[in-house]
């Protein structure tokens, strides 16, 4: 019969050991294992941010001088083992997003500020219109954003939230303002301007965006 309740999965948790009082005597025949910090220990939080910054420096310079990356480069370039950069970013795409985030934040925020200037119609082609700018002039952001679009993915999660959030706002000032059918879904919308992710960067993308635009908003029209 074996050492009663040695292997009890209750007296184990995840980065640390714990014995009841009747196994105390284990404790020498332990001094040869090899213990991890726990998961919420100031010293492992504070590393585990310091990988983060690397990974997302390393991405930054490298998606600035090119599109082509790979997940190995990113990881050999931030001095981290595949393992820390896929658990921080599973995918090449969530990596970009993290990248851009702050591009993300400010297509999203951008929507109230040009409905404080504009009709809401107006407001909604000028979003649209930046939307697709962002897409075409930050190196894998339209791939990134199209892996959010159809992916249920808990990584892209919050950006499509965002950019769906965004439009939102603008369809139902746009319904109120009588110019967009009421019961648009900015789902469908979305759907609708997914060529927006397929434009080519070195294309006259500019008015492949308008024109794509302008088919959108004549389908949702009142």
Known sequence: MGTPGLFRPHL????????????KWIVPHLASLEFTIPENSPKLRADARQNRDAILGAATRALAESGQISMNAIAQRAGVGN????????????????VYQHEVDSVAASASEYLAEHTADAALRLWIDRLARYAMTKRGL????QAAAYSSD???????????????????AAIEQ????????????LLALAGL??????????????????????????
Do not use: K
Not at 12 to 23: A, M, N
Not at 87 to 95: C, D, G, H, Q, Y
Not at 178 to 189: E, I, K, L, S
């Open 12 to 23: 184990v948790e995840w980065g640390t050991v714990h014995l009841s009082s009747q196994h």
């Open 142 to 145: 339209a791939d990134a954003l």
């Open 154 to 172: 808990a990584h892209f999660a919050e950006v499509y939230n965002q950019i769906a959030g965004a439009l939102t706002l603008l369809l139902e």
């Open 197 to 222: 992710w397929q434009m080519n960067p070195d294309s006259d993308w500019q008015q492949q965006a308008r024109t794509l635009g302008a088919i959108v908003l004549r389908g949702i029209r009142d």
């Open 83 to 98: 393992a820390t950069l896929h658990r921080n970013f599973p995918t090449i795409e969530a990596l970009t997003l993290a």
């Open 178 to 189: 009588g110019t967009v059918r009421a019961g648009t879904d900015p789902h469908d919308v």
